[in-house]
DNA sequence: TAGATTGTTAATCGATTAACAATC
DNA sequence: TAGATTGTTAATCGATTAACAATC
């Protein structure tokens, strides 16, 4: 049954995007898909994705192809989707506020308890349903509430600091935005680092490259 | 000089990256720095990096190593730096005033020059020095100011079909932050899907993995 | 049963790593 | 010159794709 020790990352990280679209299915009210079918949709090959769900079981059915709900509850299981794993976010300025009202935490696996800055200015300001507290009540706040993951909005300078504080306070998970890469090889912890500054200079070497050289083959 | 035709993309991912470091070694005043160093420091194979810095070129010295500043620069050549191309954002809800706030644009080749929102109650409001215009307005501010690049901060539902508006507009690359996977195909056209949700979703998995399967060799 | 489609093994492809001759 | 380190070719590794027997 659990055979998911081990599996690639590669694989890992299609998980959510095969959640995605059998929940729009889902919503569609479709009750089986083939993977030939589901890869048209997705633009993967069949292949692939019989060979993706294959490291956690078989989920479809020889002759029939995936049952759309099982397929979507299952990954939805492997996932942890509604584990609700508590989550405190340290770092309430644009963009920490932000994730905290616009990301749908509850649907995510995870549960946003509390918001954490040392900006005085900020603290008692409501944010997504939660006060801004002090940063300097964050030990008290994990031994009372037990966080497991925590993230990070904050800058660079501090990230490194910060995260070995709440490694000691027993968080075991870090959605890291700072423009900082957070060391990926903690025994026993977790880390997803964002940096979104990568992903808009990806985009400028596009564009860069369709302006500088958009024929391959010159015509003459 | 421009080897550049057909760079994968594993690379192109990387380079962001390496320019990052460059600019912190060179701002701790470092001058040269061999394959080896940098790999130690990234957590990468000396291999992998002159592989990657040989698909645009010749970039180091036999016996010597990389001069810091010259790399760091080349890569921003490369990556199109300082090309500040003219972008806009639509949607300034919490995540689209978030990210025009938070995000270097002109250190990244881009430069923010409007913002749009369909609801009335913002538009007018000063975000990131620009007022919020309405949608309505796309189509002569984009005659006018010929944007290159959209950012995207709307809901799923009417993102296909503001793209297929914008690219008809002109635009060449989008920075899709909305939960809906703009196809990456369009010919002559760069995007740069983002999924928030699908990153929380995979440090899920991870912790989820954590609890559940820590042991990999049970003891008895 | 016949048709369809999976689960799984084998083949291919691409990316990473190792090795080393070229050269500063 | 000798030592160091690149650029580049060759070997390895892993991920994707193809093929097909198992089976619903």
Redesign the pocket.
């Known amino acids: 049954m659990a055979k998911n020790s081990s599996v690639?990352?590669?694989?890992i990280k299609?998980l959510p995007r095969y959640y995605r679209f059998l929940g729009e299915l889902l919503r569609q009210n479709v009750v089986r898909?083939?993977?030939?079918?589901?890869a048209a949709l997705m633009k993967?090959?069949?292949?692939?994705i019989?060979?993706?769900?294959?490291c956690f079981?078989?989920?479809?059915?020889?002759?029939?192809?995936?049952n759309v709900a099982e397929l979507h509850h299952e990954i939805g299981k492997i996932l942890g989707v509604d584990k609700g794993f508590p989550t405190i976010l340290i770092g309430a300025g644009n963009l920490g506020r932000a994730i905290a009202t616009h990301i749908n935490f509850e649907t995510r696996g995870s549960r946003l308890i509390g918001i954490f800055d040392i900006n005085p200015d900020i603290l008692g300001v409501e944010v997504a349903g939660l006060k801004v507290r002090d940063v300097a009540e964050l030990d008290i706040f994990c031994r009372t509430n037990k966080p497991v993951t925590a993230v990070l909005c904050i800058p660079k300078s501090t990230t490194q600091q910060i995260a070995d504080k709440l490694i000691r306070l027993g968080i075991r998970a870090f959605w890291n935005f700072s423009h900082y890469d957070l060391s990926t090889d903690y025994e026993g912890i977790v880390v997803e680092n964002v940096h979104l500054g990568d992903s808009l200079l990806t985009l400028s070497y596009g564009i860069n490259n369709l302006v500088t050289a958009p024929e391959t083959e010159p015509e003459e």
């Open positions: 690639s990352v590669s694989v299609r898909i083939s993977s030939r079918e589901l993967l090959t069949a292949s692939q019989r060979q993706d769900l294959n079981g078989g989920f479809g059915q020889q002759g029939y192809g995936y």
